[in-house]
């Protein structure tokens, strides 16, 4: 019976004094105990999920609560969202503009051409017409000396396009459709995806270190600061996440 009890204590069960105990009893007692211990280890076991899912669950950060009044008395609110929000904007008109499996004078007339350091529209520069539905005809007799600065401007837009040169008139076939066509203007999409990602990364370190300037804001309210400052700007990358995966299911005809 000695030999029982010290086995029971080791299990950490709380232990009762027995005396002249019968066998039957004493057999009762054991089986009550081990159904009292498994019940025990499955309550703490549930307790250490429920303290798992309080966390948040392992590695999965906690969702960051924005206080915009607090926000702005230490920082310029309203500037920090705008430039996030136009950088997703431009993408978008980016994503519309040179990016469609058809590419139409609507989309050459608009393109920006960068000229000593001043941007304008190739509309502004030159005459734009088609030829056929298959050729573009861009006449840049009016400004020549910026048809370096065209050509260039078309190889970046990501409309995949191949200007032939012929004196100050430019002819631009409009490729075909191919699969290969395709591909290459997801990977346009994926391009200027991470362009305005980083542009938004870029408004975020710019106000996290003026944030670091500010001494007279404690250490806590800082950390929280910055906190909601990464929260904000990954919810714009996150906004234009969803819509490069919409435009490269509609380049790859998914």
């Given at each position: 019976m000695?030999?029982?009890?010290?086995?029971?204590?080791?299990?950490?069960?709380?232990?009762?004094?027995?005396?002249?105990?019968?066998?039957?009893?004493?057999?009762?007692?054991?089986?009550?105990?081990?159904?009292?211990?498994?019940?025990?280890?499955?309550?703490?076991?549930?307790?250490?999920?429920?303290?798992?899912?309080?966390?948040?669950?392992?590695?999965?950060?906690?969702?960051?609560?924005?206080?915009?009044?607090?926000?702005?008395?230490?920082?310029?609110?309203?500037?920090?969202?705008?430039?996030?929000?136009?950088?997703?904007?431009?993408?978008?008109?980016?994503?519309?503009?040179?990016?469609?499996?058809?590419?139409?004078?609507?989309?050459?007339?608009?393109?920006?051409?960068?000229?000593?350091?001043?941007?304008?529209?190739?509309?502004?520069?030159?005459?734009?017409?088609?030829?056929?539905?298959?050729?573009?005809?861009?006449n840049m007799i009016g400004f020549p000396q910026t048809i370096p600065d065209v050509l260039k401007a078309i190889e970046k837009s990501g409309m995949n396009l191949n200007p032939q040169q012929d004196g100050t008139t430019l002819f631009i076939p409009i490729p075909k459709v191919t699969k290969e066509h395709r591909e290459n203007l997801s990977k346009n999409a994926k391009a200027l995806f991470v362009k305005y990602r980083d542009a938004i990364r870029g408004v975020q370190n710019e106000h996290i270190r003026k944030l670091k300037k500010q001494p007279e804001l404690g250490k806590d309210d800082a950390f929280a600061a910055q906190a909601q400052v990464t929260a904000i700007a990954d919810r714009f990358i996150s906004e234009a996440d969803k819509l490069l995966a919409s435009k490269q299911k509609e380049l790859l005809g998914d």
């Open positions: 000695l030999r029982n009890a010290m086995h029971l204590a080791t299990l950490g069960v709380r232990q009762t004094r027995v005396i002249n105990c019968p066998q039957k009893h004493l057999a009762f007692l054991q089986n009550n105990c081990s159904n009292e211990i498994n019940l025990q280890v499955a309550r703490d076991y549930a307790k250490g999920k429920d303290k798992k899912k309080e966390k948040g669950g392992k590695g999965k950060p906690g969702k960051v609560e924005i206080n915009e009044q607090q926000l702005r008395e230490i920082l310029n609110f309203d500037g920090l969202n705008s430039q996030m929000e136009k950088s997703v904007l431009q993408m978008k008109e980016d994503f519309v503009k040179h990016l469609s499996l058809r590419s139409t004078s609507g989309a050459i007339d608009t393109l920006r051409i960068k000229v000593d350091g001043q941007e304008h529209e190739l509309q502004e520069l030159a005459q734009i017409s088609r030829k056929n539905p298959k050729t573009i005809i861009v």
